[in-house]
């Protein structure tokens, strides 16, 4: 198989462990390491548990416009105004989901290295998330 068909499963898998293990567990979010953790669907309530959690960072994926399964509920710009009460950064890296380049990867990884930690990462079920951080990860692009 070709890196791409397996990097395509892989997301596949992900987002259907993602969805469900959000579902299963009613939890906020997922750890990853002891810098980052990941959620799911956003709404105002879930992010300020999540700002009062913690975390010194956000860097949401999921795009403002993106259609799917479930409707963004809450934009950028307010989980921006939230964030900022807090003095907790936003950084919007918007990715289609099933399309993570290398470019995206390494912009992660940037965000990764100079934010302050621990970082949040959002997007609709937590899985383009993972998998940016697992590939920034395995190509040594991380400080950790």
């Known amino acids: 198989m070709t890196k791409r068909v397996l990097l395509t499963l892989l997301y596949c898998l ?7 293990f959000f579902a299963q567990n009613d939890i906020l979010s997922k750890t990853l390491n002891a810098q980052v953790s990941v ?9 300020q548990q999540l700002i009062k959690a913690g975390f010194k960072s956000v860097i949401v994926n999921r795009p403002d416009q993106e259609q799917g399964n479930t409707v963004n509920t809450v934009s950028v710009a307010q989980l921006r105004q939230i964030a900022e009460q807090s003095q907790v950064s936003v950084i919007y890296q918007p990715i289609l989901s099933g399309k993570i380049s290398q470019t995206d990867v390494i912009e992660f990884a940037k965000y990764y290295n ?5 970082i949040l990462m959002v997007c609709r079920s937590g899985s383009r998330s993972s998998i940016l951080f697992n ?8 400080n950790e």
């Open 14 to 20: 992900c987002l259907t462990c993602s969805a469900d």
């Open 39 to 47: 959620a799911g669907q956003m709404t105002t309530d879930k992010f």
């Open 114 to 118: 100079e934010l302050p930690k621990p």
């Open 135 to 142: 590939q920034a990860k395995s190509q040594g692009l991380l």
